[in-house]
């Protein structure tokens, strides 16, 4: 019997409280509780994607293509911007809040039995809304890793790997080697695989984990199919392949176009019956939609970047669209992250870096502000403390042609909820 669950804040509160801040790496406990479920992930043909930034870009464009091929698209991602729900899209609409209610409430008992954490609990519940709506395809993105993430218990139609930066060396090693290993640890054996990274000695080590694997065929994108010709201006980015097939994606930056053609590889290495046709992909492509990634709304610029990596793609993409200026940017990274390097690509980009820290973050993890602010400053460039984030957004409002919002989801979420601006519409 189910716990009696009344509301959908009462269900996301008991699912937040089996976040402990620390991740449990492992399938048994996802594979009990599925197995009690009736084992939804079998049902399933998936797209299993992973690597440390692209993620998101490469889900949502498959999303966009396979949906335009006319078929019925699950879509399962992390972590969310504004609403829980975010997470779970089937058919370009979240799943309603009474059915999580209503998984919560049957299945609290078995969560609390097996110690399943807040993201095993999730993938569970993904999985089960997926095969309950008979999907065609499920679009599944890693919560953190591949090998021993909660995720890695479908076996998938086709399986990326976008890029490998330095990320959660905590649980996956502190080298891009070290972390190139557990990321290839979605390919499986006799499944294509897809890799993405540009990194000659990262992309062959993941090709040599692949074919360790027995994943076939394996596409490099950067040796098979690397764009070319690419163009970034004010309404998205254009790009060609080596078969001179020419695309163009409202993603903006240069690396959206990478991101692009890891998303067509793997959708054309899928079976007949789902692989879309050029003309599909055309189709599909002008209604990508990623909430938070280089999002503009008015002044507003969103975006997630949340490590080194992620931040030199940002700046790069600012520096080539040029957006009015000053550019004000209202920065909370979390203390666990690498904030030197996201505090190093962003500050010769910006007229000014406001510091603050998100509401949402969480305690443990807020960010120490005296001393990037110090470090900002002993760089050279312009920083302030603002520590009250609401009066951090109205000050780069008050001074910003452009604001750029950025460092984390807390961050970029947080800020969306105050602005009143929508992930998905603006």
């Not at 309603?96 to 609290?108: C, G, H, L, Y």
């Not at 490998?164 to 499986?188: C, N, P």
Request: charged share 20%; with cysteine.
């Amino acid at each position: 019997m189910g716990v009696g669950l009344r509301t959908y804040h009462d269900a996301l509160d008991f699912l937040y409280a089996r976040t402990t801040g620390v991740w449990k790496l492992g399938l048994e406990r996802v594979e009990a509780f599925l197995h009690t479920l009736g084992d939804p992930h079998q049902q399933l043909q998936a797209l299993h994607v992973a690597g440390t930034n692209g993620k998101g870009s490469v889900c949502a464009t498959l999303e966009a293509v396979l949906r335009a091929k006319g078929l019925r698209v699950a879509k399962y991602t992390s972590p969310h911007l504004i609403d829980f729900r975010e997470r779970f899209i089937i058919d370009g609409v979240p799943v309603q809040p009474e059915r999580i209610v209503a998984f919560v409430d049957k299945w609290t008992p078995e969560v609390e039995r097996l110690g399943a954490t807040f993201f095993e609990a999730t993938t569970a519940m993904a999985f089960e809304f997926f095969a309950e709506a008979r999907v065609d395809v499920a679009i599944v993105e890693t919560g953190l890793g591949g090998r021993l993430d909660a995720t890695n218990v479908i076996m998938p139609l086709v399986a990326g790997v976008t890029t490998i930066s330095i990320d959660h060396i905590e649980y996956l090693g502190g080298t891009r080697e070290l972390i190139a290993v557990e990321k290839a640890g979605i390919f499986k054996a006799g499944v294509p695989a897809v890799i993405g990274d540009p990194d000659v000695v990262i992309r062959s080590l993941l090709a040599q984990h692949a074919a360790a694997h027995g994943a076939t065929p394996i596409h490099v994108v950067y040796e098979h199919g690397a764009p070319a010709d690419v163009k970034v201006h004010p309404d998205g980015t254009a790009f060609t392949l080596p078969d001179h097939r020419a695309f163009t994606t409202p993603l903006l930056g240069a690396h959206q176009a990478a991101n692009t053609a890891v998303a067509i590889a793997m959708a054309e290495l899928l079976p007949a019956e789902l692989r879309p046709t050029d003309a599909e992909i055309h189709r599909g492509l002008p209604n990508v939609q990623l909430p938070g990634r280089f999002q503009r709304v008015g002044k507003y610029l969103f975006d997630v970047a949340h490590n080194p990596g992620g931040a030199a793609v940002l700046a790069n993409t600012l520096a080539t669209i040029g957006p009015a200026k000053p550019i004000v940017a209202v920065l909370s990274v979390l203390s666990d992250k690498d904030w030197r390097g996201i505090i190093d690509s962003l500050g010769p980009v910006v007229d000014q870096l406001i510091l603050t820290n998100a509401p949402t973050a969480p305690p443990n993890r807020a960010w120490h502000l005296p001393e990037p602010l110090a470090y900002a400053r002993a760089k050279g460039f312009s920083a302030e403390l603002v520590r009250d984030f609401d009066r951090a957004l109205e000050l780069g409002a008050e001074r910003g042609a452009t604001v750029l919002i950025a460092g984390s989801f807390h961050t970029v979420g947080d800020a969306m909820s105050r602005l009143e601006v929508s992930p998905t519409g603006g």
